[in-house]
């Protein structure tokens, strides 16, 4: 199984420190499309998966999930968090087992979700309905510092609910003079591409496992369609997620990096609880 680079009161102590670089945001890599962003002192966690949840829950089925990454942190232990975002309502971006201990350290924690799905949220992460904060493409909430503006996402189609709300999202978060995009679970659509284009996005964090009928789920970009979006997005960098977490869903970083290369695309390939500082940003 793959360590991550950093991991449990090694990635705290990593936190903890790069509050004193405020000149810079910092973001870690926490597995799968999970990332803790953090700006003068204040963090979101964008849809994290911190558990074993999926790996139990599939244990002994024709759709085993073996973990391929150990987990880089207990979610009871970041207890310093403002806002968490869920893009959709698959278990790996809406983890009952993660949201729940960060919801109880954090008492006043902002949780972002599209409004579609604030009622199933609520259901499975028994809370109030109101708690959740929904959102759909094209609309905005502040938080903590950040402003995120909620786009479309595309897995695999664009799919609304009855009353033509986005049930998949991906966020942009702007914050200081800066702009980060996270897609969410999503495949190429012109539509997603048009709605992001007015922004200035300095790092787009972007799927790159792509989909394959035979794994039995709805699929990603691949990594050539990843390398591809970034570019077409204009964003001045692109880091892979939604690998390395469970064997039968999984890419490879260098093949990415290579079509980026390919490109020009600027990018950077991160260990599971690796920092990224855009003090590295060119």
């Not at 998949?168 to 048009?194: A, K, M, P």
């Amino acid at each position: 199984m793959l360590t991550p680079q950093l991991q449990h009161d090694d990635l705290l102590q990593d936190i903890h420190a790069a509050r004193e670089e405020r000149e810079s945001f910092h973001l870690w890599w926490l597995g799968q499309s999970g990332y803790l962003l953090q700006w003068q002192g204040r963090h979101l966690l964008l849809d994290p998966y911190l558990s074993d949840s999926l790996t139990k829950k599939y244990a002994n089925t024709d759709l085993p999930h073996v973990r391929m990454t150990e987990l880089v942190i207990a979610p009871a232990r970041l207890d310093f968090i403002e806002v968490v975002t869920s893009s959709h309502n698959h278990t790996d971006h809406l983890d009952a087992e993660t949201l729940v201990p960060l919801l109880r350290v954090n008492d006043k924690l902002k949780l972002v979700t599209p409004e579609a799905n604030r009622a199933f949220v609520a259901e499975r992460l028994k809370i109030a309905a109101h708690v959740p904060v929904g959102l759909n493409d094209g609309e905005s909430v502040n938080a903590a510092g950040f402003k995120i503006t909620a786009v479309p996402a595309a897995h695999e189609t664009l799919e609304r609910d009855q009353a033509g709300r986005c049930t998949h999202l991906g966020y942009v978060i702007q914050f200081g003079n800066w702009c980060v995009y996270h897609s969410g679970d999503t495949v190429w659509e012109d539509e997603i591409i048009r709605q992001l284009q007015p922004f200035a996005i300095d790092v787009a964090l972007l799927p790159i496992n792509g989909r394959k009928p035979i794994r039995k789920v709805v699929g990603n970009l691949n990594t050539k369609e990843a390398a591809q979006f970034g570019k077409r997005i204009n964003a001045k960098l692109v880091i892979p997620c939604h690998y390395d977490m469970f064997t039968f869903n999984t890419a490879a970083p260098h093949e990415f990096a290579r079509e980026a290369e390919a490109i020009g695309q600027a990018y950077r390939v991160l260990q599971c609880g690796e920092r990224w500082s855009s003090a590295n940003l060119d």
